[in-house]
């Protein structure tokens, strides 16, 4: 099977600019996360999707949104970057909702933004 | 607000040397990960844990989930410089939010 892509995997965005990320899980996996990693700050969870509908989120300004598909891929926006938004942004996918606990994650998009 | 609080943060020894790294919260989990993450790259999933008690082996690395589900252990024997990496522990609250809360990971430096 293959594993959960993301793209691009690379990005360098200005202040005030908008960002559109991808993530297309692996195949049959229903939900998708995505967590922000930072040096100072690690692995921090965003928003988790199923079924096209957000079931959780994290503790990040309404600047940061998501949304999923009806073939499960995903896609998180940020608005208004700042530099702080500088990070890897990691998606991960898994098999069931509510969760099994395992979560499969993709490569990561590295964002930078100057 | 449930943590994770992961130790040690940096460990460098040589190769063949054991290690243990630790990963510890004052609340419950429903289960715990452990994940390996190289740079640039994201974690890979090496182990998950559900029950209180339950130690799992992948070769040189024993897992260990506390008997009250809120500390885990990973333990490398003999180890090689392919271990090399960034450990990340994370617990699934018992909500099943499908949200992961990550421990601060561990750097390992294992020098030949």
């Known amino acids: 099977k293959a594993g959960v892509t993301q793209t691009p995997r690379y990005l360098i965005k200005t202040r005030g600019q908008q960002v559109t990320l991808s993530c297309s899980p692996i195949?049959?996996?229903?939900?998708v996360s995505w967590y922000q990693q930072t040096p100072g700050q690690g692995l921090q969870f965003l928003f988790e999707?199923?079924?096209?509908?957000?079931?959780n989120k994290g503790n990040f300004p309404g600047r940061f949104s998501g949304r999923q598909f009806s073939n499960s891929r995903s896609e998180m926006n940020v608005s208004t970057l700042e530099l702080g938004d500088s990070a890897l942004y990691l998606c991960?996918?898994?098999?069931?909702?509510?969760?099994?606990?395992?979560?499969?994650f993709g490569p990561g998009t590295r964002l930078t933004v100057t | 607000t449930q943590l994770l609080e992961q130790s040690p943060q940096f460990l460098s020894i040589q190769e063949g040397e054991n290690l243990t790294v630790y990963c510890n919260s004052s609340s419950v989990f429903s289960s715990l990960q452990w994940y390996r993450q190289e740079p640039g790259e994201g974690p890979v999933l090496l182990v998950t844990v559900v029950t209180g008690g339950e130690v799992k082996k992948l070769k040189r690395l024993t897992f260990q989930f506390g008997d009250a589900r809120k500390d885990s252990s990973l333990h490398i024997t003999a180890a090689q410089t392919g271990d090399t990496g960034l450990y990340l522990c994370a617990g699934e609250g018992t909500s099943n939010t499908g949200k992961l809360i990550f421990g601060q990971g561990t750097t390992l430096q294992v020098k030949p």
């Open positions: 991960a996918s898994s098999p069931i909702h509510p969760g099994s606990g395992e979560q499969y």
């Open positions: 195949s049959g996996h229903r939900s």
């Open positions: 999707y199923f079924s096209e509908t957000q079931r």
